[in-house]
Nanobody, 129 residues
Framework: QVQLVESGGDLVRPGGSLRLSCKAS????????FGWFRQAPGKEREGVGC????????YYADSVKGRFTISRDNDKNEIYLQMNNLNPEDTAVYYC??????????????????????WGRGTQVTVSS
């Protein structure tokens, strides 16, 4: 059974840091494109960082560039979202996603279109003083 489970969401103060994890089961992440998305109340879903296995590139949304970093641990079959210098506008439910990348999709396109085949259920991140 293909499954993605996020963890690490929390309440954090402005300027703080947080690392989200996403554990994959039922498939091997090493061969997949992956990404992190977020959705705040009343807003559209936003792709914050994506890796495309076709172009081997990493894309970040302008809103998080320089503050967020996505990574993968092949041994643990997990992906991560390191978030630094958080601000209240980063408050959202964060989702991880993965896709076998059979359609030669670039990292930026993955983030802009959200065309991942597998999604986690999300973890809440709240940035507040």
């Amino acid at each position: 059974q293909v499954q993605l489970v996020e963890s690490g969401g929390d309440l954090v103060r402005p300027g703080g840091s947080l690392r989200l994890s996403c554990k994959a089961s039922g498939f091997t992440l090493m061969y997949y494109a992956f990404g992190w998305f977020r959705q705040a109340p009343g807003k559209e879903r936003e792709g914050v960082g994506c890796f495309g296995n076709w172009d081997a590139a990493t894309y970040y949304a302008d809103s998080v560039k320089g503050r967020f970093t996505i990574s993968r641990d092949n041994d643990k079959n997990e992906i991560y979202l390191q978030m630094n210098n958080l601000n209240p506008e980063d408050t959202a439910v964060y989702y991880c996603a993965a896709d076998p990348g059979l359609k030669a999709t670039a990292a930026q396109a993955y983030c802009e279109r959200g065309t991942f085949g597998n999604w986690g259920r999300g973890t809440q991140v709240t940035v507040s003083s």
